[in-house]
C-alpha cells in the first residue's frame, strides 16, 4: 500500500503588476525532497491558479536563463533553488521592469528594437 504523503510547502508570492500596491499570495504545495521551486510554480499553476505569470523553457537544464526570480531575497533560477517546507518567498528579479507575478523583461536594452524599427525589420528591411 502506498504512503499519503502529507508533506506540504509554503510559498508568498509577489503578485500583480507595477501600476498595483504589493500584495503576497499564499500557496501550499505537496512537497517530496527533491523538488525545485518551479516544480512548485509550475503545480500551483496547474492546480491552483492557471493565471500565475511564470516563465521557464529548459527546465532544470540551467540553460535557458529564463527562469530567474528573487527566492528568499536572492537571485535565483528557480529551476534549480530546492524546495523546502519552510515558507518561501519568490518576487520577480529586482533592477528589471516588471511585467507581471513573477515575470520581468529580461531583454538587454539594446537588443530592444523601437516602435518604428520592429515592422520593418519584421519585413526584412535593414
Ligand atoms: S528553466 Fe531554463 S534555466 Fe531554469
Known amino acids: 500500500m502506498?504512503?499519503?504523503?502529507d508533506r506540504r510547502a509554503v510559498l508568498l508570492i509577489r503578485r500583480?503588476?507595477?501600476a498595483e500596491a504589493a500584495r503576497y499570495e499564499r500557496f501550499e504545495v505537496p512537497y517530496e525532497d527533491g523538488m525545485s521551486v518551479l516544480d512548485a510554480l509550475?503545480?500551483?499553476r496547474i492546480h491552483r491558479d492557471g493565471t500565475l505569470a511564470v516563465r521557464y523553457s529548459c527546465i532544470n537544464a540551467n540553460a535557458c536563463k529564463t527562469c530567474m526570480a528573487l527566492v528568499n531575497g536572492e537571485v535565483e533560477y528557480t529551476c534549480t533553488a530546492k524546495l523546502t517546507p519552510g515558507p518561501i518567498t519568490v518576487e520577480p528579479l529586482p533592477k528589471r521592469p516588471w511585467i507581471r507575478d513573477l515575470v520581468a523583461d529580461t531583454v538587454p536594452d539594446d537588443e530592444k528594437l523601437d516602435e518604428e524599427e520592429e515592422p520593418r525589420k519584421r519585413n526584412g528591411a535593414r
Not at 2 to 5: D, H, L, Y
Open 16 to 18: 500583480g503588476t507595477a
Open 2 to 5: 502506498a504512503e499519503r504523503n
Open 42 to 44: 509550475r503545480w500551483i
